[in-house]
Nanobody, 122 residues
Framework: QVQLAESGGGLVQAGGSLRLSCAAS????????MGWFRQAPGKEREFVAG????????YYADSVKGRFAISTRKAKNTMYLQMNSLKPEDTAVYYC???????????????WGQGTQVTVSS
């Protein structure tokens, strides 16, 4: 059983930065592909960034490419999402998730954290 817990959300002004963390149980990063997703009120959950299983290869949604960076620190069983140049449209609940396959589809992810709120004011 994989357990995930996000932290680091908050309120920030447009143009600011936040770093989200996702604490994972066990050897999650060697067994699963990892991803960050977000869901704004009234909208579907959408892919933000992913990192391939047991690798450092990363991929991003076009809306965040060049502004966000996903990384893992295996020694701490922690994944990060560094978010720079934040915009009001980045406001959402952000989730980390684990999948047995590399994917940008939420339905392919089996394990989810509880989410952390990010609010960007204009």
């Amino acid at each position: 059983q994989v357990q995930l817990a996000e932290s680091g959300g908050g309120l920030v002004q447009a143009g600011g930065s936040l770093r989200l963390s996702c604490a994972a149980s066990g050897r999650t990063f060697s067994r699963y592909a990892m991803g960050w997703f977000r869901q704004a009120p009234g909208k579907e959950r959408e892919f933000v960034a992913g990192i391939r299983r047991n690798a450092d290869d990363t991929y991003y949604a076009d809306s965040v490419k060049g502004r966000f960076a996903i990384s893992t620190r295996k020694a701490k069983n922690t994944m990060y999402l560094q978010m720079n140049s934040l915009k009001p449209e980045d406001t959402a609940v952000y989730y980390c998730a684990a999948s047995p396959q590399d994917s940008w589809l939420p339905n392919d992810y089996d394990y989810w954290g509880q989410g952390t709120q990010v609010t960007v004011s204009s």
